[in-house]
C-alpha cells in the first residue's frame, strides 16, 4: 500500500463526523469540502492524484451527470459515489468513465480495498448487483482458456480458499497468494447453499494482497456448469 497521506480524498458534504465508511481510511490525507465552489478552490491548490467522495441517499443519471461536469476534467481526479439507492442508467456511465465507481452504502465497508486499488493504478468496476457475504469453500484453477498458458488446456495453479461474498455476476474469494493478474481466465469451483459443488468460468477482475500474506481476488462469472 502506498505510503501515508500520499493521495488526496476529498469527501463533498457536509456530514461530521465523516461517514462510518473514512473513520479508517489509511495511506489518504482526507478533508471535507462544503460544497463545489470550495471543492474548485482546493483543487486549484493541488497536482496530487485526488479521489472525490459524495455520499448520497439516492442518487439518479441527472445527479452522476452533473457531479462529473463540474469536476475537473483530468486524469487525476476520481468520482466516488456512495449511495443507499442507484438508479439503473447510473452503471451505463461507468462503462464509458474509468474514473467513475459507484458503491451502495451497505457495502461501503469496501472503500479502503477500493482506494488501495486505484491508489495502485487499477481500474475500478462499480458492482450492479447487491453482494451477498457468504463463508463457502472454494478451489481456484487456471483456466483451459487462459491465452498465457504455455501449456494448453493444461492446469498450471490450484487453491483452497472461502468465498468471501457472492452475487448474480461475481464474487470476492479469500485464497493463497497465486500469481495473478486482472483479466486471466480462471475456474472456481464452490459449494452451493443445497451442498452441492458448482463449477464456474471467471474473469478475474483485481487482485489484493492481505496482511496475512494471503490474496482477495475479484471475479467476473462467465458461465456456470453444475
Known sequence: ???????????????????????????????????????RRAFADTSRRTVVLVGLDYCGRKQIDQLLERLPQSSSVTLIVVAQTFESTCYKVT?????????????ADSIQSILDRW???????????ERIPV??????????????????SSILALAEGRMR??????????IPALALAPKEFLNVIYMSQDGKWVSVECQ??????????????GVQFLAVSA
Open 204 to 217: 478475474l477482475r483485481w487482485v489484493q494482497k492481505t496482511e496475512e500474506g494471503r490474496a482477495l481476488v
Open 1 to 39: 500500500m502506498p505510503g501515508v497521506h500520499e493521495f488526496d480524498l476529498i469527501y463533498l458534504g457536509n456530514v461530521h463526523p465523516y461517514p462510518f465508511y473514512l473513520h479508517k481510511v489509511k495511506g489518504f490525507k482526507v478533508q471535507t469540502q462544503a460544497n463545489m465552489e470550495s471543492l
Open 165 to 174: 461474498d457472492f452475487s448474480a455476476s461475481g464474487a470476492c474469494l479469500d
Open 135 to 152: 463463508k463457502t469453500p472454494v478451489m481456484v484453477k487456471k483456466s483451459a482458456l487462459n491465452i498465457h498458458s504455455p501449456a494448453g
Open 119 to 129: 491508489a495502485n493504478g487499477e481500474r475500478i468496476y462499480s458492482r450492479k448487483k
Open 95 to 107: 462503462l464509458e468513465r474509468s474514473d467513475l465507481v459507484l458503491v451502495r452504502e451497505k457495502e
